[in-house]
Structures are given as C-alpha cells and as structure tokens.
C-alpha cells in the first residue's frame, strides 16, 4: 500500500502547478485593468472638477453683470474668512488673505435644473464651485486698487471676456478678477487634502 | 507475486504517460502564450489611452488659454494685441517640417506680467520610418521691464502623442458655424476671424505602433473635413475634445 501511494502520479502537482500559474497570470490581468480603472476615474472626476470650476467662472460673471450698481459704490473688503475650498492662498499671484467683493459656493445641481433625471441630480450633487472676485490683482499681489482702461463698448453695463483687443474708446473699463475652484464633493463636504480640485482664474473688464 | 505487479511500467503505459505529459506541457505553452498575448494587447491600449489622454487634457487646458493678455504685462511688443494670437494652417506654408495632411495649429497668451507663452501642434515624421507623431513647441519669452527681454527658452518639435496619424482642427463662432480662413495668409481677414472664435474642436486619431489584429481590418477615418481609408492590421483609436476659448472677444 505504501509503495502504491509513491507512485500516484504527477497529475496532482501539474494540476496544482497550472493552478498556480494561471491564478497568477489572470491576478497580473485584473491588476493592470483595475490600475486603469482608477486611472481613468480619477481622470474623469479632474474633468469633472474643471467643468465645475468653469461653471463657477460664468456664475460669477453673470452676477457682476447683474451687480454694476453695487460695485460702482463697494470696496473690496476680506473675503478669506469666508471661503471654504477656494481659499486665496491657493493662488500664487494674489496675496495671502486678499480683499475682494462676492464669494459663492454652490453644487451644480443648485446651478443646472432644467430636465434632469434623478440620476443627473445625484451626480451633480456631488460636484461643486467655489468664487470668489476681486479688482484684477497687481505684480506685487494686492487687489485694494482698482486698474482701469478705456474701452470702445458703448453700452452701459457691457462686460467683456478677458482683454479687449479694441484699443481707445470714451469708457472707462475696470479690471476685475474671478477665481474660481471646482471640486468632486458637495460643496460642505469638499476637503482639500483628499478631493480633486482645480483652480481657474479670469480677468474680466466691466464698464461701470 | 504482488511485488512483480508494482515492479515498473510497461511500454505503453510509458508511452502513455509521455503523451498526456506533452499534451499537459503543450496545453500550460499555449495557455501562457494566449495569457502574454492578450496581457500585452490590454496594456498596449492602455498605455495608449492613457498617453493620448493626459496629452490631450494639457492641450485642453493650453489652448483654453489662447489670446489671454495680463493686465500687468511688461511686454512692449504686444503680439496678441495687434497681430495673431492663434493661427490654423491646412497646408504647412513656412512650416515644412510638418505632415501635410493635417492641420497645424500655433497659439499664444500671458502666463503672467513677464512671460508669454507660445505653442504650436502638428504632426511630424519619424526620423527612422514613415509614421507621423503630434509634435509640440513650447516656447516662453520672458521680459523683466520693457525693451529687457531674454532669449526665449525654446523645447522644439517634441514627442507630445506617439502614433498620431491625423491631427484636426475646427475653429467656430458663436453660431456654430466654422472660422476660416486663421492665419497670416489671408492677411486683414484672418487677423479678423481670429476674435471670432468661440471654440476650437480637435481630433486627434492613433495608431497601434505594432500589429494588433491577426486579419486586416478597414478603417473609415473621417475628422472634420480630412477622410480617408485603410487597412491594415493596426489598431486605432480617434479622441475629440472641444474647447471653449475664453479669452477672446467675440
């Protein structure tokens, strides 16, 4: 009995072997795939991170438009205390605990309503902008004076995207800034050390 | 008697043994090939995807800045201003070392009061074959007060996506309706059509650097106004993205 047991055979550690072998091959697979899994969903939240924040941006340029009465008499005063996510330091050319006029914090389904299903809302609930808007920040970094220029825009409240290529006119432009921050949590909730957020800046020129 | 049973093995069930152990070794080699073979397909497209996507979301966030002058600027000399600050070309004049067939493209904004920024895409052949890659230069002028510039820190005709086999790009207005012509040919009409500019749509279409599939297979590229046909047995793969140009006045 005892030599009938030497001689059972190979299939046992071939069996066990091949076992081995493909476990190990197909582990190598799943690993590859769920690495680009990870990737790939970290790279949509970043995506979805910067749409968020460029949201924020056209927010913040509706509200000046809707606001040119406010503006012409307020002066910047401190905003930081106030943000959440966005903070002032989180951008190099402005410096740390600047003065500005508006901040907003919103998740975009506060933004974005019209035929939704109940599946969009969620998502957007998770995704959320932060602005803040200043006078257009000068080299040294301080946004307590306002920098203005002439601009060829006739009507009253006009505002323009960026710098305007048209040089002279009879209006005074001012220079304003936006920052904005995009975030993939609900805007409570948004953690700067452990959610995706991206930072966007955009002067504007509005004629007060 | 029972000792004599158990003494060795018998011809055919040596014979037997040998053919099912080959048969065993054979089934492990081909098992392991198909393994290697579908291991390597998986992170060649991955490591495609993944190359043409981070590529393509700084290209986004590049061209997203074109024509963006800072209020603080240094610069004396204002190209954005009063020349071009985005040019398109279909046909590479002044640019030859690039792939006619597809587009070209060259913009410009302020990273800051002392630097501006210029950067330009299009394809490029290989030095040793007949394949095209996405070439991009880099290029930053740097001013500390009027008049002071430093030569400009130049990264010329670099690697930015392996394997791409056409590049294109839509320029298009407000109403959706294509930009054309972009460019110093055209003289005053393109410096004109330049502050028209809403949104800069690109295709970007790669190709397998080996031979994927066992057959060959056709492929139907069309990427705005360039189509074409081939067959071989490459993979590809076409990405587009649209972006919104801020910066310009419209």
């Known amino acids: 009995m005892k030599k009938n047991y030497k001689e059972k055979g190979f299939a046992l550690p071939l069996t066990l072997l091949l076992l081995v072998v493909m476990a190990l091959m197909s582990s190598i697979l799943i690993s590859k795939t769920t690495t680009e899994h990870t990737a790939n969903t970290t790279k949509d939240l970043s995506q979805q991170s910067f749409y968020a924040a460029e949201s924020g941006i056209t927010e913040a340029e509706k509200w000046l438009k809707a606001n040119v009465d406010l503006l012409k008499t307020s002066s910047p005063s401190n905003i930081d205390r106030d943000l959440k ?24 389904d506060q933004v974005i309503t019209e035929n939704l ?10 995704f959320s902008y932060e602005y803040f808007i200043t006078y257009t920040p000068a080299v040294n970094g301080s946004t307590n004076t306002a920098k ?19 040089q002279g006119g009879t209006k005074t432009a001012t220079y304003y800034t936006i920052f904005s921050c995009g975030c993939n949590n609900t805007p409570d909730n948004c953690n700067v050390n452990k959610d995706s957020i991206a930072r966007l800046e955009q002067d504007i020129t509005l004629i007060k | 008697m029972k000792m004599k049973k ?17 048969l065993s070794i054979a089934a492990i080699f081909f098992s392991y090939q198909t393994f290697s073979k579908a291991y390597d397909s998986v992170s060649n497209k991955a490591e495609m995807n993944s190359n043409a996507r981070n590529a393509l979301s700084q290209m986004t966030r590049e061209i997203r800045n074109t024509g963006r002058i800072d209020p603080n600027s240094v610069m004396t000399h204002n190209p954005l201003a009063e020349t071009y600050f985005l040019q398109k070309y279909t046909s590479p004049r002044g640019y030859s070392q690039y792939y006619s067939g597809a587009d070209f493209l060259q913009i410009f904004y302020d990273d800051s009061p002392t630097t501006r920024i210029r950067i330009d895409y299009g394809l490029k052949k290989y030095k040793d074959n007949n394949e095209t890659y996405l070439a991009r230069t880099y290029m930053v002028f740097h001013c500390t007060e ?33 930009v054309t012509p972009v460019n110093q040919l055209s003289a005053n009409i393109g ?17 397998s650097k080996d ?31 649209s972006v919104y140009l801020r910066n310009i006045i419209k």
């Open chain 1, 148 to 166: 203005t220029k002439t601009a060829s825009v006739s009507e009253g409240t006009s505002i323009t995207e960026g710098t305007s290529y048209k």
């Open chain 2, 211 to 241: 031979k994927i599939y066992k057959t060959k297979k056709t492929w139907k590229i069309s990427n705005a106004d360039r189509s074409y046909v081939v067959n071989d047995q490459h993979h590809r793969d076409t990405y587009f993205v």
């Open chain 2, 6 to 22: 158990i003494k060795g093995f018998t011809l055919l069930e040596t014979l037997v043994a040998m053919v099912i152990g080959m």
């Open chain 1, 85 to 108: 996510f966005c903070k002032t330091s989180m951008f190099p050319n402005i410096i740390n605990g600047s003065n500005g006029f508006k901040i907003e914090r919103k998740s975009l």
């Open chain 1, 117 to 126: 299903s109940k599946d969009e809302l969620d998502r957007l609930k998770k």
């Open chain 2, 146 to 178: 009027p008049n002071k510039c430093t030569l400009p820190i130049r990264n010329v005709d670099q690697i930015f996506i392996n394997n791409v086999e056409d590049f294109q790009v839509v320029l298009k207005d407000k109403d959706g309706n294509e």
């Open chain 2, 191 to 207: 410096k004109e059509n330049q502050k028209k500019i809403k949104t800069a749509e690109l295709y970007i279409t790669t190709k």
